[in-house]
């Protein structure tokens, strides 16, 4: 079974830090992209980063400088730093997996991020 279980989020004031965690079990992590993408209220889910399986990134351009995605696959985990916080990052931030070959996509259960003084 494929868990993916995100956790460091929380309540923190503009201008704060954050990392975020994402433990991945039933799944060989080292052969998998992996991303971080986030839902606020009312919008759409995006893309916030990925890292390849060989460690190349990808961040999203509004947030390149203050959040930076990374990986460590002895402990099967990907994290996401993010620094300068403003309140327009506050929404649920989503782990994600995936593979091309086979075609295989695993998201997990979100973790909270609210960023308010």
């Not at 309540?11 to 992590?29: K, T």
């Amino acid at each position: 079974q494929v868990q993916l279980v995100e956790s460091g989020g929380g309540l923190v004031q503009p201008g704060g830090s954050l990392r975020l965690s994402c433990a991945a079990s039933g799944i060989r992590f080292s052969l998998y992209a992996m991303g971080w993408y986030r839902q606020a209220p009312g919008k759409q889910r995006e893309l916030v980063a990925v890292i390849t399986s060989g460690g190349s990134t990808n961040h999203a351009d509004s947030l390149k400088g203050r959040f930076t995605i990374s990986r460590d696959n002895a402990k099967n985990t990907v994290y996401l730093q993010m620094n300068t916080l403003k309140p327009e990052d506050t929404a649920v931030y989503y782990c994600n997996a995936f593979r091309s070959s086979p075609r295989e996509r695993y998201w997990g259960q979100g973790t909270q991020v609210t960023v308010s003084s």
